[in-house]
Nanobody, 126 residues
Framework: VQLQASGGGLVQPGGSLRLSCVAA????????IGWFRQAPGKEREGVSA????????YYVDSVKGRFTISRDRAKNTWYLQMNNLDPEDTAVYYC????????????????????WGQGTQVTVSS
């Protein structure tokens, strides 16, 4: 799987962005797609994930009610709609795929994902 993330940029607090992650190539039998982010000096953290077999969705508490993950199966594309952005959301955002069946507690854990796309920078600043 090759993952290509895009859609980052500079936005004012309270603004919105939509990130896209396109999957291409062989090995598309992933079990989950996740969005992760890493701010300078911080560890990479899971933001949201969606499980392929049943569409179950997971969010980290800090983005619940503001971010929405979705997918377009026909386009092999996943989205992360981010609303009401806060400067604390500033980070490089990555999409990743897991080919392992993950339990709920692992869905937002970076080390359980084995394919990573390049990151896209999101900067929230006035």
């Amino acid at each position: 799987v090759q993952l290509q993330a895009s859609g980052g940029g500079l936005v004012q607090p309270g603004g919105s962005l939509r990130l896209s992650c396109v999957a291409a190539g062989s090995g598309l039998n992933y079990h989950a797609i996740g969005w992760f982010r890493q701010a300078p000096g911080k560890e990479r953290e899971g933001v949201s994930a969606i499980r392929s077999r049943d569409g179950a969705i997971y969010y980290v508490d800090s983005v619940k009610g503001r971010f929405t993950i979705s997918r377009d199966r026909a386009k092999n594309t996943w989205y992360l709609q981010m609303n009401n952005l806060d400067p604390e959301d500033t980070a490089v955002y990555y999409c990743a795929a897991s080919h392992s069946r993950l339990i709920t507690s692992s869905m937002l854990v970076p080390r359980h994902y084995d394919e990573w796309g390049q990151g896209t920078q999101v900067t929230v600043s006035s």
